[in-house]
T-cell receptor
Framework: GEQVEQRPPHLSVREGDSAVITCTYT??????FFWYKQEPGASLQLLMK?????EINEGQGFTVLLNKKDKRLSLNLTAAHPGDSAAYFC??????????FGKGTQLIIQP | GALVYQYPRRTICKSGTSMRMECQAV??????VAWYRQSPQKTFELIAL?????????EQNFTQEKFPISHPNLSFSSMTVLNAYLEDRGLYLC??????????FGPGTRLLVL
């Protein structure tokens, strides 16, 4: 079945610096990709949904890049601030109704 | 807009007892409902996928005997954790979608087992 590898598992950056989280996937039929943020004790907050036809997607304070050739998805946080401290999860649909999640990245923003 | 509610938000049960959690879709028709579990310090595992007019599909390591699911209409689903033990603790998420649209997640039910 579909496998999603997410790196790094832990990431610590200084406030104002950038942070990059990367996922690779195996299913060539994957069409939708997602980034979620999970704050401590909370549920999942959808940051961005990416379609395979779009390679660069910009949100508020972050950019999502999709490289279909390498089956790689990345989340780039620019100018990180304390509110960005959380766990981040990538996921794809694998062509079915289910989502396959990466193992998550615990991001800490240091003052 | 599309919203998914889950009840209860947090529950504690004694080891060996059972607890039922509910998922309500508002603003759209939940033609498929997926139940996930996030165990402590881990990612989200799919327990089962329920699609209207189809049999419920359970993932490896999860069974109907342990996690019976009901999906009686296009707005409601429930799942019971039978005979809960320590390894069943975690955050249970309900993800509902209409057709091929985005999957909307509820806030989760956090289960503690004593």
């Amino acid at each position: 079945g579909e496998q999603v590898e997410q790196r790094p598992p832990h990431l610590s950056v200084r406030e104002g610096d950038s942070a990059v989280i990367t996922c690779t996937y195996t299913d060539p039929n994957s069409y939708y990709f997602f980034w979620y943020k999970q704050e401590p004790g909370a549920s999942l907050q959808l940051l961005m949904k990416v379609f395979s036809s779009t390679e660069i997607n910009e949100g508020q304070g972050f950019t999502v890049l999709l490289n279909k050739k390498d089956k790689r998805l990345s989340l780039n946080l620019t100018a990180a601030h304390p509110g960005d401290s959380a766990a981040y999860f990538c996921a794809d649909t694998g062509g079915a109704d289910r989502l396959t999640f990466g193992k998550g990245t615990q991001l800490i923003i240091q003052p | 807009g599309a919203l998914v509610y889950q009840y209860p938000r947090r529950t504690i049960c004694k080891s060996g007892t059972s607890m039922r959690m509910e998922c309500q879709a508002v603003g759209f028709q939940a033609t498929s409902v997926a139940w996930y579990r996030q165990s402590p310090q881990k990612t989200f595992e799919l327990i089962a996928l329920s699609t209207v007019n189809s049999a419920i599909k359970y993932e490896q390591n999860f069974t109907q005997e342990k996690f019976p699911i009901s999906h009686p209409n296009l707005s409601f689903s429930s799942m019971t954790v039978l005979n809960a033990y320590l390894e069943d603790r975690g955050l249970y998420l309900c993800g509902a979608r209409e057709g091929a649209d985005t999957q909307y997640f509820g806030p989760g039910t956090r289960l503690l087992v004593l």
